[in-house]
């Protein structure tokens, strides 16, 4: 893997080098026990994920001066679903530079969207840590910009999460939660199932590759169900 070509590609230069090379580490290389001096990118991850949910918060906030918090919520959601993370993964061919475990590689885990999205999440909080909020910031808008313009202009898919909260919410107080039943398969290439209840029962679910993923699935389960519990 060359580490110098992906950071032609995002056009970002790291002055830490293992900052990218940790973020590009799936956690399958580490299981099967390649040596590294690195570990993989789940905590890098965990970072990236809050530091992406500001920049697109904070860009929306002041482009959209006039638009409401649940407004701005449901469109920042679209923005920063998995899928969408998997889009702009594949734009800057992430998947080509991963470091992943054999079984992960044979089964398609380059081109699967959890490990994309995942792995983006991961390069966003490596270059966070690396340049701080303004590299991070030109970084993301730029990655970001086309998603950005579609969800602005009403052209980006729906986040069926954010849907069926409002969709329940219109007919009075919406007490749901996810509920992950049960995982199959190894580390590297689980299964998530997961439940949506509503008001005590079970209205929706869904398998995914990441708890994100199912939870998305049961929502969507949910809304082609609609008409037979409330909406």
């Known amino acids: 893997m060359n580490e110098l070509d992906f950071q032609k590609i995002i056009q970002y230069d790291f002055q830490n080098v293992n900052l990218l090379k940790n973020a590009l580490t799936h956690s399958s290389y580490i299981n099967e026990g390649k040596t590294s001096q690195i570990g993989n990118n789940e905590r890098l991850e965990f970072l990236g994920d809050a530091i992406l949910d500001a920049v697109i918060s904070d860009h929306l906030y002041n482009r959209l001066c006039n638009m409401e918090e649940g407004e701005l919520t449901k469109l920042r959601a679209v923005i920063v ?83 069926i909260q409002e969709r329940l919410q219109s007919h009075g107080e919406a007490d749901i939660s996810y509920v992950i039943e049960k995982e199959e398969g190894p580390d590297h290439d689980k299964t998530f199932y997961s439940n949506l209840v509503f008001q005590g029962r079970v209205i929706g679910s869904g398998s995914g590759r990441s708890k994100k993923e199912a939870e998305q699935q049961a929502a969507k389960q949910a809304l082609e169900r609609g008409g037979t519990f409330v909406f």
């Open 81 to 163: 679903c998995e899928r969408s993370l998997a889009v702009c993964g594949a734009k800057v061919s992430i998947g080509n530079y991963l470091r992943l475990g054999k079984g992960e590689e044979n089964s398609g885990g380059r081109k699967r969207g959890s490990i994309l999205a995942d792995a983006l999440e991961a390069v966003i909080g490596a270059i966070y840590l690396d340049g701080g909020w303004a590299a991070v910031k030109d970084f993301v808008m730029r990655i970001f910009s086309e998603l950005i313009e579609d969800a602005v202009s009403g052209k980006l898919h729906t986040d069926y999460k954010t849907e």
